[in-house]
Each structure stands twice: as structure tokens, then as C-alpha cells.
């Protein structure tokens, strides 16, 4: 207190002892620094240290011996201005002409007082535009005018908003260089996982277009963001395999942000002229394209012919390509049964050899690759999709289907009669639950089996098989009809057993007599034997009807003179022929009488020894005669046939 009785203040010079109480958001740390300089007035420090980019009001008290002293301002953290394209400490590399957007973000909000956007940089080397300039991102647009480095420099102030509050200063720097490439690279679009190491050496695909990217890169070997001002000369030395639509240029693929692009890679497209080979793609820079260079108003003396040809040798590139066909899976799709021992393989062709395998879903089946051919191994019954995706020629995967099914039934088509001697046909199919056909698997034919199972193994015997028709599920057996009798047939595949069948080998039909001799209006009867039993179902046709007819029972009729062929057939169900035979048959006029088997053996006493003769209609007289004082004759006519006989007994 005053001498006057006033009441007076004195500033403290120094408090930093005292106990001060301090109140703030729970992001923010603090601490009291004994040992730094208080600002203005100040007696004390207190230190805060904000963990996220906030504002929070921060109370500081103490309490007094006679009343509480208190005091409240407002403190807020941000992030710190950087660059965020490109990222912090990678340069913008930009051929004359060429631009792009750079980016730099956080840095102080708003909150904290009105932000002011200043830029610094060389003007004769870039020129640049303003197209975002607010927290938290702040996008500008550089353009390349002269070849030379600068710096791009971002500086962000603050007034504050509230008294006794400190403005805020920080700033961000991206350098840049415009420059002529140094260096060249071609390198054609491939999967990191690709087997082939060799950079200078790419697969593609024989069709379409073939993406190739071009990197150019400084004296420091740092890449161009930009160079689509540069003139090339593109050329491939096989144009029957590929070729390029614009012969001078480069493109630049860019990746779309709100409100600006970005650049990513330089590229060129090879069009590939549907023709497998080798061929080898070349790149050259040769200049600046003058009509980019115009349109900006920029003279280049930096791109002088001499300078030109002093870096001729760098930015040169080539690189070669292996068209090859794209991969196909052989057959696309497949059937196979669920057995553990059923193996099928499928043929991967054309492509780079170098494949990733993939079933989906992964319990149908697995696979195991012996170049050229993926084998099948079946899990579980379903459909699986198949995928072959090349690892070094891009583009879509070859695709194929699995259907791994129950086996319902093996069927066997054979024929249950066969002529002795004769070899014939049976065909085994393999058939699932829908009388769908199923592929007969393994790895290959020699390992395919099929065992055949007969009663009797001395009737039929297996001549060969053929297994061509397999992966159709069918497989052709060839037997041969050994010795006559019945026998039965059965065959199996992996643990499947097809019915049991009845096969019969019968002997080939023949006709009695061999030959046979009719006067016209003779009726004979031809025996046949052989053929199928019980019923051999045979029956009866003439080649000249005018000459003779033959009934079903065998019954021959001479009607005509003249000549004619009888045959005999063996015919089964569906008209099937078993067997036949023919023979020939004379008409003829009746000219004389013989006896054929003139000799007889001798009978007992009073027993008949049996002459047979065939005769004519209408009926003829035979007179017989016997020369012995022992024998005698007898004429017998069967009812079916009408005759006459004189019998006469005269001694000889």
C-alpha cells in the first residue's frame, strides 16, 4: 500500500516457484520450465505439448493467502505443414512444358486466426496457380518455363483472434527441377511374382495392346513426373508382329483426387498384330515436341543438336518381347469320378510356362503340376472352377470346369451271340447317377485298368483294347471266340463292377446237301445245321425266284429249269445276322435214274437197311430189282409225299 493509503500492483519478476494449478484437455501435457526465459511480462513458463491437432481452453490458478488468483486463455496444437505430393524430401522432376499439381498439408486451422498463403519461388524457372489454399490442403499447379532447380516454398501465417495470443509463422518447401532426361528405361507391365528375372526380357500376350512403361529419369536419377513434351522415335524391328500408332509421342497416366490429378507412370502401348515370336521395342528421345513448347511461349536453347547427341546414347531403350498365345486349358471342361486313385490331367498350353494354380472352391479337388500337363486329384463330389493365371504374360486367367461325381454304373454293350472263331466288339461305358457319360482317369493309358472277368476262360478270349476314347468314357474291348459253349462276362473299374452277361459261341450254320439238283415240279427239304441254340432262328432266300422257291420250313421247289442260289441265315433280335451259308440249286430235266451209295454194309437177318430218295411231283413209277435170293424190297412212301413202286425180286 502507497503512503497516499492506495492500493498498489507490482509485477512479478519471477514466480516460477510458486504453486501454480493448471487445468487443460487431457491431449495436451504440460510441464513448468524452471530453466526458460519467461515471455514478455511473464515471471513463470509452463510448457504444453499436444498429442492431436485440438483446441482447449487452459485455466491457470493459484491460491493465495486471501483469495484464489486464476487466469484463462486458449491454446490449440496442429500438424505441421508439409508436403504431401510428392512426399516430403522427393523432388518434382518436370521436362520444359510439362506441369503438375503439388500438394502440402496441415499446418495451423483457422481457429487460431486468419491464415495467410504465401509463395516463394524462382518465377523464371516456374510459373505456378493457386487452386486450393485452405486448411488442410493447400494445391498449386507448376509449370516447367527453363530448365534450372528452385525451390517451391510454402510459408502459412496467422493474425490471432484472441489478445495476448502469439501469431503463428511455419513454412514447407518442395524442390524442383526442370531438366532434360539422362536416362531411359522400358519395362513392360509384369507380376512381381514372375519367375523370369530378366528386366530387358517380357511375355505378353499375342493380341491387343501391350502396355509398356517408359521411365526417364535426371542426371541424379531422379524420375520425371512429367516428360510429355518430349519427341521420341519409336520403332520394333519385326512389324509383322507389332507396331505403333504414334511414332513421336509418350503418355502419362494420372490418378484423380478431388480437384487435382496426380501423375503416376509414363507409358506407351505396342499393338500386337495376332503373331507369336521374338520382338524387340525400341525408344528414343530425340528433342522437344515444338508444337507443347509454342502453345507456352518457351524457347529452348538448351536442346541444341550437340547437346542432343551428347546424351543420344543414354536415352536410348529397348526391350524384348516373347509374344506368345495366350494359356488355354485342354478340354475346358471335365467329369471325373470321386476316387482317390482317379487321376485325370489336363494339358496347359501356350502362354510363358510360368502359371499360378487355383481351385475354388478348394474342397472339390486338388492339383499337381508336371509341365505340361496339372493333374486332378478329386476331394469331395461338386463343381470347382479351375483358374491358370500366367505369371509373366498379363491378362485373364484361363478357366476350366471340374465336376467331380458319383459313379452310378458301368454298362456293357456286347453281343450274347458269336460264330466260333469270330472276333468281335465290346464297348464298357461309365455312366454317373443321370446316365451322363463319365471320362475314364489316369496318367496315362498304360496304367488304366479295366480287368475282365469270364465263367469259363476257355470260350472267350481278349484279343486287345483300345483306350483312345477314354476321356469320352468309353473304352472298346476285342474279343475272340475260342471254343464253343456258354460262358459269362463281367468287367470293374476302381471298386465298380458292371452286371454279369451271358455270351453263347455257336458253330457256323451249313446247309445239307451241299449242293442239290431238282427236275421242275421236285420238291426237297434242306436240312441246316449249326447257329444258335435253342432257337437259331433261320430263315430262307433264293436269288433267282423265276428258277425255285423255298418255303420257311426249308421246303425246296424246283419250278423252272434253270440255276439259282439258296441261302440260310441265322438271324437274331433287330435282324442282327449270325451266320449263313448258301448253296447252289440246278433245275433241271429228269434224263435218268441213279442210285447214289450203290453199296450197302450188311444187315442182320430179317432187319431193313433203309434206302432214301427224294422224288418229284407229279408222282413217277420206280421199279426196283434185287439180285440176291436173300434179299428182299420193300417201298415205303411217307404220307406227305404221293408215289408209286413196282417191286420186282429177279435173280441176276
Not at 521436362?95 to 504465401?118: C, D, E, K, Q, W
Not at 490429378?261 to 509414363?266: F, G, I, K, N, Y
Not at 489336363?346 to 475354388?360: A, R, V
Request: net charge neutral; charged share 20%; glycine share 6%.
Amino acid at each position: 500500500m502507497s503512503p497516499e493509503g492506495k492500493i498498489e500492483k507490482f509485477r512479478m519478476n519471477d514466480c516460477q516457484h510458486l504453486d501454480f494449478k493448471i487445468d487443460i484437455h487431457e491431449s495436451f501435457t504440460f510441464s513448468m520450465n524452471s530453466t526458460a526465459q519467461p515471455l514478455g511480462g511473464a515471471c513463470a513458463t509452463v510448457e504444453l505439448v499436444g498429442s492431436i491437432a485440438m483446441m482447449s481452453k487452459v485455466i491457470v490458478s493459484y491460491q493465495a493467502r486471501i483469495a484464489q488468483l486464476k487466469a484463462t486463455t486458449a491454446v490449440a496444437a496442429y500438424d505441421p505443414l508439409e508436403p504431401l505430393h510428392p512426399v516430403q524430401g522427393k523432388a518434382v522432376v518436370l521436362a520444359l512444358g510439362t506441369s503438375r499439381y503439388i500438394v502440402f498439408s496441415n499446418g495451423p486451422s483457422n481457429t487460431l486466426g486468419h491464415i495467410h498463403a504465401i509463395v516463394s519461388v524462382n518465377d523464371k524457372i516456374i510459373k505456378y496457380d493457386s487452386h486450393i489454399t485452405h486448411q488442410p490442403y493447400y494445391v498449386y499447379s507448376v509449370t516447367c518455363m527453363k530448365h534450372g532447380e528452385t525451390k517451391f516454398t510454402l510459408t502459412l501465417t496467422t493474425n490471432p483472434l484472441i489478445p495476448n495470443c502469439k501469431g503463428i509463422q511455419v513454412e514447407s518447401s518442395i524442390d524442383i527441377n526442370c531438366a532434360y532426361p539422362s536416362h531411359m528405361t522400358l519395362v513392360t507391365e509384369r507380376d512381381a511374382n514372375c519367375p523370369a528375372k530378366n528386366t530387358e526380357t517380357t511375355y505378353s500376350r499375342f493380341f491387343g495392346l501391350v502396355k509398356m512403361k517408359v521411365i526417364l529419369s535426371d542426371h541424379i536419377g531422379r524420375n520425371f513426373d512429367n516428360a510429355t513434351s518430349l519427341q521420341f522415335n519409336w520403332n520394333v524391328d519385326r512389324r509383322e508382329i507389332a507396331y505403333f500408332e504414334e511414332n513421336s509421342i509418350v503418355h502419362l497416366d494420372e490418378e484423380e483426387h478431388e480437384g487435382y490429378v496426380l501423375p503416376l507412370d509414363h507409358y506407351k502401348y505396342i499393338n500386337m498384330k495376332n503373331v507369336s515370336g521374338t520382338v524387340v521395342v525400341s525408344g528414343r528421345v530425340i528433342g522437344y515436341r515444338k508444337d507443347v513448347l509454342d502453345k507456352l511461349n518457351i524457347k529452348s536453347t538448351v536442346q541444341s543438336k550437340d547437346r542432343t547427341s551428347e546424351l543420344a546414347s543414354l536415352l536410348e531403350a529397348s526391350n524384348v518381347i516373347n509374344v506368345v498365345n495366350q494359356t488355354i486349358v485342354e478340354p475346358q471342361t471335365i467329369s471325373v469320378v470321386n476316387h482317390p486313385n482317379n487321376i485325370i490331367p489336363l494339358l496347359i498350353l501356350n502362354g510363358s510356362g510360368h502359371y499360378e494354380f487355383d481351385i475354388k472352391p478348394k474342397s472339390v479337388a486338388t492339383f499337381e503340376y508336371e509341365k505340361p500337363r496339372l493333374f486332378i486329384i478329386p476331394q469331395l463330389e461338386g463343381q470347382g472352377i479351375l483358374s491358370v493365371r500366367d505369371l509373366c504374360a498379363p491378362g485373364a486367367p484361363a478357366t476350366a470346369i471340374i465336376n467331380v461325381l458319383k459313379v452310378a454304373l458301368l454298362k456293357v454293350e456286347i453281343p450274347d451271340k458269336v460264330l466260333l472263331r469270330d472276333t468281335f466288339s465290346a464297348t464298357v461305358r461309365l455312366l454317373d447317377g443321370n446316365d451322363r457319360t463319365l471320362p475314364f482317369s489316369s496318367v496315362d493309358d498304360s496304367e488304366l485298368e479295366v480287368p475282365v472277368t469270364f465263367g469259363n476262360s476257355d470260350i472267350l478270349k481278349v484279343e486287345s483294347w483300345d483306350f483312345s476314347s477314354r476321356n469320352k468314357g468309353i473304352i472298346h474291348f476285342k474279343l475272340r471266340a475260342a471254343s464253343l459253349g456258354e460262358t459269362t462276362v463281367a468287367f470293374k473299374y476302381l471298386e465298380i463292377s458292371s452286371q454279369i452277361l451271358n455270351v453263347q459261341v455257336f458253330q457256323a450254320i451249313k446247309i445239307e446237301p451241299p449242293v442239290l439238283t431238282l427236275t421242275v415240279g421236285a420238291e426237297v427239304q434242306v436240312d441246316v445245321i449249326g447257329g444258335p441254340h435253342p432257337d437259331p432262328g433261320i430263315q430262307f432266300s433264293v436269288s433267282e425266284s423265276q428258277s425255285i422257291s423255298v418255303a420257311p420250313n426249308g421246303v425246296v421247289r424246283g419250278l423252272q429249269q434253270g440255276r439259282s442260289t439258296l441261302t440260310a441265315m441265322a438271324v437274331g433280335p433287330h435282324d442282327q445276322v449270325y451266320s449263313k451259308d448258301s448253296i447252289e440249286v440246278r433245275v433241271v430235266p429228269l434224263t435218268g435214274v441213279r442210285i447214289h451209295w450203290t453199296h450197302k454194309p450188311p444187315w442182320s437177318w430179317e432187319y431193313d437197311a433203309s434206302l432214301g430218295f427224294r422224288h418229284p411231283q407229279p408222282t413217277h413209277t420206280f421199279h426196283f430189282r434185287v439180285c440176291h435170293p436173300f434179299l428182299d424190297f420193300q417201298m415205303e412212301c411217307f404220307p406227305i409225299k404221293r408215289c408209286t413202286a413196282e417191286r420186282r425180286s429177279t435173280r441176276c
